[in-house]
């Protein structure tokens, strides 16, 4: 039972990386994997600022700021070097392994502060005061993306030539967008690391597949509601972040070998893949 609490607060952990891959793939419909650097860049702030005793609600913003930073150098690359997404974000994630390093001086930083938010409410409430901080982000992101300036960045995914045309400096959009999606994936980094109390070098490697493998769950769980309500999509991409976690529990609870984890995630999502796409009508 530990096993599958663990696992709830990890999905509630892992909400705000799969917003941000939402943001990047469904809303602004580009392959973003500064992901994997981002999201340890988050821990590794987090890390440090907790190592140096400062206040805790000097490391939200900060974590935010630097994964928001990360996200605007991936989008300046793309936009005004015109290197495609993809490229530019395997650049940036390559650069950032780097800056994680100097970040954190060594590739592992274990603390024993805990936590943050269950220092607010105590320890054995932290699965409840995390969900009222889920709670609270995916109202924020849907206000934002219901905002003039959210009803602008959605329309970029699915028509930047009609943005273009109506004089919107589309370059700009696209580095906000890029920005607010992996602001939010550093913050997933950071409450990953407080809840295990560690942050690791290489604990952001393949982690956009758990973000995509949420995304994806969730909009399978939902799809029998057909609705186009954005809320209702950004609700359906956080269940989808605890059912993944609770998935890898079970599998993992069935005795196997932890060093499979990784191939498990890779065959769950591609499971999940597969059968979302066998819903769809064939293509002639």
Request: proline content about 2%; some cysteine; glycine content about 8%.
């Amino acid at each position: 039972m530990e096993a599958y609490i663990s696992a709830i607060i990890q999905g509630l952990c892992f909400s705000s990386l799969a917003l941000g891959i939402f943001i990047s793939m469904r809303v602004l419909n580009l392959p973003d994997i500064t992901t994997d650097g981002s999201f340890t860049l988050g821990a590794a702030v987090t890390a440090v600022m907790l190592a140096q005793q400062i206040p805790v609600y000097f490391i939200l913003p900060a974590v935010c700021i630097c994964g928001a930073i990360a996200g605007s150098i991936t989008g300046i690359i793309h936009t005004v070097l015109r290197v495609h997404v993809l490229l530019a974000g395997i650049i940036v994630m390559t650069a950032l392994y780097s800056v994680n390093l100097i970040v954190m001086g060594r590739t592992n930083i274990p603390f024993d502060e805990g936590f943050f938010m269950s220092n607010i409410f105590g320890d054995s409430n932290t699965w409840i005061t995390m969900t009222i901080y889920v709670a609270v982000l995916v109202v924020i992101i849907n206000r934002l993306l219901l905002s003039d300036f959210g009803i602008v960045l959605r329309a970029l995914g699915s028509n930047s030539t009609m943005l273009t045309a109506n004089g919107v400096n589309t370059k700009a959009l696209t580095i906000k967008g890029l920005a607010i999606s992996n602001a939010l994936t550093a913050l997933s980094g950071s409450m990953i690391a407080q809840h295990q109390q560690f942050a690791d070098l290489n604990m952001g490697i393949g982690i956009v597949i758990i973000g995509l493998g949420s995304v994806i769950i969730g909009e399978s769980l939902f799809s029998f509601f057909k609705s186009q309500v954005l809320f209702l999509k950004l609700v359906a991409v956080f269940f989808g972040a605890l059912v993944f976690r609770v998935l890898i529990a079970f599998v993992l609870s069935q005795d196997v070998n932890p060093n499979y984890l990784r191939l498990i995630t890779a065959t769950v999502v591609l499971a999940v893949v597969a059968l979302s796409y066998k819903k769809k009508p064939a293509i002639d």
